[in-house]
């Protein structure tokens, strides 16, 4: 059997891009022939993609574009935050949204149709599962504009803003949307039955406090009105200047936010508590 040097190992992961461990693997069963290994690997890495599909991916990046007046913000999700800093990856996010904004694709089916292949390169390379999540479109129209923020180096909060007037100003507000994560921008738009659910409460907490009824329907007046501001961005404290409400801090410099979309990387995903010290272990038995 041909020696397995640690520098052929690292020469075929440089031309690959995968792991140490698949790429002393592939020169053992090619017995040290750098070609065959790599074409080995080039055959297993295509099947990668299908057996790491059950792998949960809860980490990622959210990525946008903006092309004249259509926008796009995505999220793009891998297994661990190491991969979620990877410059292939997030590249592969940043190819994944302005595919949305190109194809306009209706659903997360139909987007992740128009880019598995490049995905399933990304994923030979990376050696995770990743999934393109959720997108969302914004198509500006009249003078309206389009502009995004996304938080961080982690890129893992973000916004896209549909704004009239200060770009300057719209992304501001985006910081702020971000930090305040209101639910929409004006009261008016605020669920229906959420507002019903906290009356409900807010009315059972007036009896219970064994007030009059007619100062128990105000009390509850006053903490709907506060409820409605706190969830709504125009009634939000704008996070850089408190003593002003954001629609203040918008009409004072001639802008107004006429629609968004905030992301959190990993809502609602339930993350898999992975012990590392067993896979590690695990491996050196391999």
């Known amino acids: ?106 659903t997360v089916e139909e987007l992740n149709a128009l880019v598995e292949e490049e995905r399933k390169a990304v994923i030979a390379k990376l050696g995770e599962n990743m999934s393109v999540r959720r997108f969302q479109i914004i198509e500006a129209s009249g003078n309206s504009n389009l502009v995004a923020y996304i938080h961080g180096a982690l890129a893992n909060e973000g916004v896209l803003v549909e704004y009239t007037g200060s770009e300057d100003v719209a992304r501001k507000i985006g910081m702020h949307i971000v930090a305040a994560k209101p639910q929409c921008v004006r009261e008016d738009q605020v669920d229906a039955a959420l507002v019903e659910k906290e009356r409900h409460i807010y009315t059972e907490q007036a009896v219970a406090s064994g007030k009059p009824a007619e100062i128990a329907a105000k009390m509850v007046e006053g903490r709907i009105k506060k409820f409605l501001a706190e969830v709504s961005l125009n009634g939000q404290s704008f996070v850089m200047n408190p003593d002003q409400t954001v629609a203040q801090f918008a009409k004072e410099n001639g802008t107004e936010i006429l629609s968004f979309v905030r992301y959190k990387v990993g809502d609602g995903i339930e993350k898999k508590v992975v012990d590392y010290a067993a896979e590690v272990a695990a491996a050196a038995k391999v």
């Open 1 to 106: 059997m041909a020696e397995i040097t640690a520098k052929m190992v690292a020469d075929l992961r440089a031309a690959t891009g995968l792991g140490m461990m698949e790429c002393k693997k592939a020169l053992v069963e090619a017995e040290g022939n750098f070609e065959k290994a790599e074409e080995i690997l080039r055959i297993k890495s295509g099947a990668k993609a299908g057996k790491l599909a059950g792998r949960t991916a809860a980490e990622g990046v959210l990525a946008f574009a903006i092309e004249g007046k259509t926008g796009a913000l995505v999220e793009v999700n891998c297994e661990t935050d190491f991969v979620a800093k990877d410059v292939g990856f997030v590249a592969f996010a940043n190819s994944v949204a302005k595919t949305v904004v190109a194809k306009k694709p209706a």
